[in-house]
């Protein structure tokens, strides 16, 4: 599939630079680190039902670019690397910035909501590019739903596949916690990154395809 407005021949200008900032931001949670929630690096990087009723709503962006394990923030910035750096290449700089930040934002709402509403722990932290990318993923997966990824990084499957193979394992996942079981995964945060991802191809992406597709049809036969 080819796209209109694809600018392929580019570098990647975002994704590296969103990679930057995670690494300044990893390093400063190792120099200090978060001994309690009234720390400025958890009040400013830590994402919480709490801290939006406190009016930092600022979180909702920062704690997108927060990391405190290496291991989170390598497996993160890999998924950026790999999905992301194609993706904003194929639609475009300044439309991958703007919906990579709204993926953020969509799963940072999505976490407070469900520790509040669901799992009621309006002050559960949460932290990590995870829901940004499980939009970048969605997007990437309806975009080129044939294409293969890997899952687990070991088995192939198409795209569009291991998007909703991910969709039912974080909803499995949010109903265990619910349940009081579970790992400390961000499932609500994964799942509104997802549900993001798939609002703003429908609503965004698909049509302005389409409208450019036509502009050049009409183009070509004049």
């Known amino acids: ?22 690494l300044v931001v990893y390093f400063q949670w190792q120099r200090h680190p978060a001994e309690s929630l009234d720390t400025p690096m958890a009040q400013n990087f830590l994402v919480s039902w709490e ?19 290496f291991l989170h923030l390598f497996v993160n910035m890999y998924v950026l690397l790999g999905f992301g750096a194609f993706l904003e290449k194929t639609i475009g700089r300044r439309r991958f910035l703007l919906f ?15 520790s509040n509403f669901y799992l009621h722990d309006p002050s559960l932290p949460a932290l990590g590019a995870s829901g940004a990318l499980a939009g970048v993923i969605l997007v990437f997966s309806l975009l080129f739903p044939r294409e293969k990824i890997l899952i687990m990084g070991l088995i192939p499957v198409p795209a569009l596949f291991g998007a909703i193979a991910f969709i039912g394992l974080d909803l499995w996942g949010l109903v265990v916690q619910g349940q009081g ?5 961000g499932h609500g945060a994964h799942l509104g990154g997802s549900l993001t991802g798939i609002l703003y191809y429908f609503l ?15 183009v070509e036969y004049r």
Do not use: E, K
């Open 1 to 22: 599939m080819s796209f209109p407005f694809s600018s392929r021949h580019r570098r990647a200008l975002f994704v590296p630079l969103f990679i930057i900032i995670n």
């Open 51 to 69: 801290a939006l009723q406190q009016g930092r709503w600022w979180v909702l962006v920062t704690s997108v670019f927060s990391h405190l394990h």
């Open 100 to 114: 990579y930040l709204l993926a953020g934002i969509g799963g940072s709402v999505a976490h407070a909501a469900v």
């Open 181 to 185: 079981g579970g790992l400390p995964i």
């Open 204 to 218: 965004r992406l698909r049509p302005a395809i389409r409208r450019a597709r036509r502009y050049q049809i009409d």
